[in-house]
């Protein structure tokens, strides 16, 4: 495997490939170098037709606190304008196989924000999510007042985002925004059996799913449905769909070639 400062990533058995964070001595802040090796490593595993699924973790202590607030204190309004600052994170939502995360402990700021481009969000019992931006005079910057809200719902994002309030858990999976709280110690391997569950399916398939899905936080409903019914019709081009119905009807596993 390649070799990276800020990450350790790992290509199991199964179609599964692990991805955490490792910037222990700052809570696994998302500088540019980090988001740089991240979305590097993302696309990568998109592109390996071994990959069909990704699982992405930071330490028990934090999945991430946040963009890195050490590097951007003294940059002005010029160069995070002309460098479009933060602009590229927006390529971890541009990878097409699904992405897990796993997230212990500390998702805050663009950590919360990074958790929310992955497609499914897995939480150990000690993870706490928020949008502290606010305290640092700013704003969230990568999807925090967007994908939230959508989330959430406007009253909890606004509270969120308003005062810095922090969500549990518990709390978070109350509210949709994490599909199980699990404890902290199995969230990785709780995430790996979700990606190892996606990637026995048709990588096609699999990609199709995820498109649909997030379609619908883009398109009116009608569109949506035009959407998923073209995808749908779609995959009878796939040797791949023929192949899982005839299985059934044989009373037998499928046996995917991935066309
Ligand atoms: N950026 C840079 N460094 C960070 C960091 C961040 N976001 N979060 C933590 N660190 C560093 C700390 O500065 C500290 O470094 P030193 O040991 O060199 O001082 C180290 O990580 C450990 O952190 P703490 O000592 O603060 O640990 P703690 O347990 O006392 O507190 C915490 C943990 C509550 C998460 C606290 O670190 C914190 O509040 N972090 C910042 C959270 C935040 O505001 N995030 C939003 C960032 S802005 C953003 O993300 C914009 C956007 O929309 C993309």
Redo the contacts with the bound molecule.
Sequence with gaps: GQIWEFLRTEKRENGVAVVRLHRP???N???GPLMGELVSALRNMDNDPEVKAVVLTGSE??F?????????KDKNYAEVYKTAM?EA?SEVSDIRKPIVAGVNG?A??????LAMMCDIIIAGENAVF????I??G???????TQRLTRVVGKSLAMEMCLT?SRLDAHLAEKRGLVSRVVPTEQTVDEGIKVAEKIAQFSTPVIIAAKDCVNQSQELSLQQGLKYEKALFWSTFALSDRLEGMTAFKDKRKPNFTDE
């Design positions: 001595d700052a809570l802040a998302l500088s202590r934090a991430a606190a946040g963009a890195d607030i050490k590097e951007m933060l994170w500390f805050l700021g663009g950590g919360c924000e928020g949008q502290p931006e305290q640092l700013t704003i969230p910057g990568a999807g925090g810095g």
